[in-house]
């Protein structure tokens, strides 16, 4: 791409005309149209101004492609846990430009999926931050409370919020347009469950089981078993399914989960410790968080901080990662534990 059609395609992903670009180098419209036309070159004295106008480096403008700016995004999402407003900016524009050529863009819209959650969750972390400060001045004002459990992602009591009629209809309607995609089939079993509409989930689980043999079909089972029987009366059924599916990772952490839930942190983390030692390489790192936060939870910080390290391990030599976003969010996690 030459250095005019590149000043050209950064230019509309800022959605900047080129009078307004013009007028940001004190220069003349025309002379930006003969730029991007390559019929001239901006003198060499513009170009660190041009560059910090779109916000890459000189070098950028030379070596600019629509690959290469995918590839830029999809880094600082990997390696940026955070990453400023410009950045999401920047990026949102680029990717909407490229949904205004090709609405049906795989890559842009599932980047522009991920930049938004991500920026999202930074921005809850911020709503959380102030408005736990806001508390600590007004301890009994009710919105800042809700203000704090939502940007938490906290539990919620009031039926009319908390249900997921809306989700639940989503994967309702995707399975029939999608019978043959059996992790849909998990996400509105999670929602059916977590709603106490039971008898769908069952339903719902005997279609599964004609299109997919696992473990977790059974698991389900236990899951629907318990929703209605209650945690303590469905051990016997968790510690059968585990005789069941004695080498399956999924199987030990999928149980480990109910037992945390239900406060045994102690079997808990055995069970995640078997499910860790299943996997096959590149292990997930599920397993050593979830023993983290049980051992927070057990108010062992040692310990806990110590699972954290072995994420960090993991993610050194298992996943290639130096720093990573999940890097920094690990690091930051274990020098909360050192000050405790």
Not at 259 to 288: C, N, W
Not at 308 to 337: F, G, M, N, T
Request: proline share 2%; charged share 25%; net charge negative.
């Amino acid at each position: 791409m030459t250095l005019g059609k590149t000043i050209k395609q950064l230019r509309k992903e800022i959605f900047l005309s080129q009078e307004q670009f013009a007028a940001k180098l004190n220069i003349t419209a025309q002379a930006v149209s003969k730029w991007e036309n390559d019929e001239s070159y901006p003198d060499i004295l513009f170009l660190p101004k041009i560059a910090a106008i779109f916000g890459v480096k000189i070098d950028d403008l030379f070596d600019y492609t629509q690959e290469s700016a995918y590839q830029k995004i999809e880094n600082m999402l990997d390696q940026e846990r955070y990453f400023t407003l410009a950045d999401f900016t920047k990026s949102e524009s680029f990717l909407l430009q490229q949904l205004t050529v090709n609405p049906n863009d795989l890559h842009a819209l599932t980047l522009l999926g991920d930049l938004y959650h991500v920026y999202a969750m930074y921005l809850d972390e911020k709503s959380a931050e102030y408005t736990k400060h806001a508390i600590e001045l007004d301890p009994d004002n009710k919105i800042l409370h809700g203000t704090f459990n939502l940007a938490m992602h906290g539990g919620m009591l009031d039926w009319n919020v908390a249900n997921h009629s809306q989700l639940i209809h989503y994967y309702q309607n995707f399975i029939h347009e999608h019978p043959h995609i059996s992790r849909a089939y998990l996400y509105l079993l999670d929602n059916l469950i977590d709603d106490g509409r039971l008898m769908e989930a069952s339903v719902v689980l005997d279609k599964r089981k004609g299109i997919i043999t696992d473990c977790l079909n059974d698991f389900y089972g236990c899951l629907i078993f318990e929703a209605s029987h209650g945690f303590e009366n469905t051990r016997v059924e968790y510690e059968s399914y585990l005789k069941q599916y004695p080498d399956d990772w999924k199987a030990w952490f999928s149980v480990a989960g109910r037992y945390a839930g239900h406060g045994d942190y102690e079997t808990a983390i055995t069970m995640f410790e078997k499910s860790f030692t299943l996997q096959a390489s590149p292990r997930y790192v599920d397993s050593l968080e979830s023993i983290a936060q049980l051992y927070l939870r057990l108010n062992n910080f040692s310990a806990a901080k110590q699972s954290y390290k072995r994420v960090l391990q993991l993610l050194k030599d298992e996943w290639h990662q130096e720093d990573s976003s999940d890097v920094q969010r690990i690091r930051a996690l274990i020098a909360k534990c050192t000050t405790k």
